[in-house]
C-alpha cells in the first residue's frame, strides 16, 4: 500500500495539484483546516458541520474505492475529497459496539463505524439537501447525493464483516438506522430497486442468507464471488475460447475465496440485483500475476468471462489486489480493466486514480 502521508508531505503532492489543475480541486490538504475538532472526545466529525454546501464541488466523481481506515485520520473525508465513489470499512464486533481497523491492534476506543462513517455520511447528506429542503423528506427521487457534479451519483459504503457475521449482520443493520430513516439508502422492496445516496454492501463475513432474508426492504447488497460468475466470453479470439474455457473454470473453483459465508444452499443465479451489488475478486488470486507487463490470452479470457457473467446478472464487477507497481503496469492493467468494462477498482493510491486519465475515459461506465 501507499503510504499516503508520506506522499502528502513530499513535493509529489505539489506536483500532483499542478497536474490536476488546482482549480479542480478547492479543498486544501490539511485535515485540520477543515476539521478541526475531528477525533475530539465529544466532536467527532463535527468538523463536517462547516462543510460548505458546495463541499465537493468540482470534485469529478470516479469508480475507485478508498481502502483505508487507520492510516487516513479521516477516511471519508479523503475518499470523497479526490471523487471517490466508495469507501470500505473493516468492521469488528466487541462488546457490542462496531469498531473500524485493519486489524485488532489498530482498533481504538472513538473509531467506530458511527463515528467515522454513519455521522459524517449523514450530516454531509443532511448538509447537501437542506438548501432544497429535502433534509427531512422522505422518498424524494430528487434527493441530493454526495457529489455535487452528479447529484444522482451513489456514495458505495463497502462494510468488510471483520468478525461473525452472524452476530455482526444485526449491529450493522442497526446503526444504518440514522441513515434509512432519512431515506438515504439504496433498498430493494421486494419487486424493484430503489437508488439513494447511499448504497451499502457486505463484504468479507457478511452472511448472504440474512441478507436474502430481509424481503420487504433489503438494503445491506452482498458482494457476490466475482470467480464463480464466470462464463466462457463472447468476445475475444474463438480459437482460444475453447480449449482455455476447462481449464479457466477448473482453475476459479479451485480458487475461489470469495463470498462463501451463508451461500450453502444458493446456485449462482442467486446473485442478481435483488441481492447483490457488486461482483469482486482479488486481482491477484483470481487473474494472476502479471508477466512482463502484459496480460496473457488466458488472463484476458478470466477478465472477460467474469465481467460478462457479472454483467448479465446486473451487477458490477470490481477487482481489488491489483498490481500496484511498477506504475506503468499499475496503470496497464487498470486501463485493461476499465477498457473490458469493469466497473469498480480499489485503490490505496487515491491521487494516482484521480490522477489517472482514467477519469476521463471512466466516465462512461459512471
Ligand atoms: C480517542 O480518544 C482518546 C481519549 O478518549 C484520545 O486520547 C485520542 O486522541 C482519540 N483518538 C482519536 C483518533 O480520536
Ligand atoms: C423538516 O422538519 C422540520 C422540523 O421537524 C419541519 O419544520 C419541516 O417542515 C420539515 N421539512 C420538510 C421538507 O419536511
Ligand atoms: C437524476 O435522476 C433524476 C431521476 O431519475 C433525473 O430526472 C435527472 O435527470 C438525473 N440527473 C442527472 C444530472 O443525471
Ligand atoms: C441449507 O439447507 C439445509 C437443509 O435444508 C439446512 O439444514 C441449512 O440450515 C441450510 N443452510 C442455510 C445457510 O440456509
Ligand atoms: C435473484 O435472487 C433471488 C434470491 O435468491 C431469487 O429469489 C430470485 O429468483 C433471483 N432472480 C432472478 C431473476 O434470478
Not at 481504538?108 to 438548501?131: A, C, H, S, W
Amino acid at each position: 500500500m501507499v503510504p499516503l502521508l508520506t506522499l502528502m508531505s513530499s513535493g509529489i503532492l505539489h506536483l500532483l495539484q499542478v497536474l490536476i489543475g488546482s482549480a479542480r480541486l478547492f479543498w486544501d490538504f490539511n485535515e485540520d483546516k477543515f476539521l478541526p475538532d475531528w477525533g475530539k472526545p465529544g466532536s467527532i466529525g463535527e468538523g463536517l458541520v462547516r462543510y460548505p454546501t458546495d463541499a465537493t464541488r468540482d470534485v469529478l466523481p470516479i469508480n475507485c474505492h478508498s481502502h483505508n481506515d487507520y492510516v487516513r485520520r479521516v477516511p471519508l473525508f479523503d475518499a470523497i475529497h479526490w471523487g471517490c465513489t466508495g469507501v470500505e470499512a473493516d468492521v469488528w464486533l466487541f462488546s457490542g459496539e462496531l469498531y473500524v481497523g485493519h486489524s485488532t491492534a489498530s482498533l481504538t476506543k472513538n473509531r467506530t463505524f458511527r463515528n467515522l462513517y454513519v455521522g459524517p455520511i449523514l450530516r454531509l447528506l443532511d448538509t447537501m439537501n437542506q438548501e432544497s429542503g429535502f433534509a427531512n423528506a422522505t422518498a424524494n427521487t430528487a434527493m441530493r447525493g454526495i457529489f455535487d457534479e452528479d447529484p444522482n451519483q451513489t456514495l458505495v459504503l463497502l462494510v468488510d464483516f471483520k468478525t461473525s457475521g452472524i452476530d455482526t449482520f444485526p449491529i450493522v443493520h442497526d446503526q444504518l438506522e440514522a441513515l434509512r430513516e432519512k431515506d438515504y439508502l439504496s433498498y430493494w422492496d421486494g419487486e424493484r430497486l430503489h437508488k439513494r445516496p447511499v448504497t451499502v454492501v457486505g463484504t468479507g463475513n457478511t452472511p448472504f442468507n440474512l441478507i436474502v432474508a430481509e424481503k420487504q426492504r433489503r438494503d445491506i447488497f452482498f458482494d457476490a464471488p466475482l470467480d464463480k460468475l464466470w462464463e466462457p466470453p463472447s468476445t475475444g479470439d474463438p480459437s482460444s475460447i475453447s480449449t482455455l474455457s476447462q481449464e479457466v473454470k477448473v482453475f476459479q473453483n479451485q480458487n475461489s475465496n470469495q463470498g462463501s459465508v451463508g451461500t450453502e444452499n444458493t446456485t449462482i443465479d442467486d446473485f442478481n440485483s435483488s441481492t447483490s451489488y457488486y461482483a469482486s475478486v482479488s486481482f491477484m488470486h483470481s487473474v494472476g500475476f502479471v508477466w512482463r507487463g502484459k496480460l496473457s490470452t488466458k488472463q484476458m479470457n478470466i477478465i472477460r468471462g467474469q465481467i460478462q457473467g457479472a454483467r448479465r446478472r446486473g451487477l458490477k464487477t470490481r477487482y481489488w489486489d491489483t498490481p500496484s507497481w511498477p506504475i506503468n503496469l499499475r496503470n496497464h492493467v487498470w486501463d485493461v480493466l476499465m477498457e473490458e468494462g469493469a466497473h469498480m477498482l480499489n485503490v490505496d493510491d487515491l491521487k494516482g486514480a484521480a490522477v489517472e486519465n482514467w477519469k476521463i475515459r471512466t466516465h462512461r461506465f459512471l
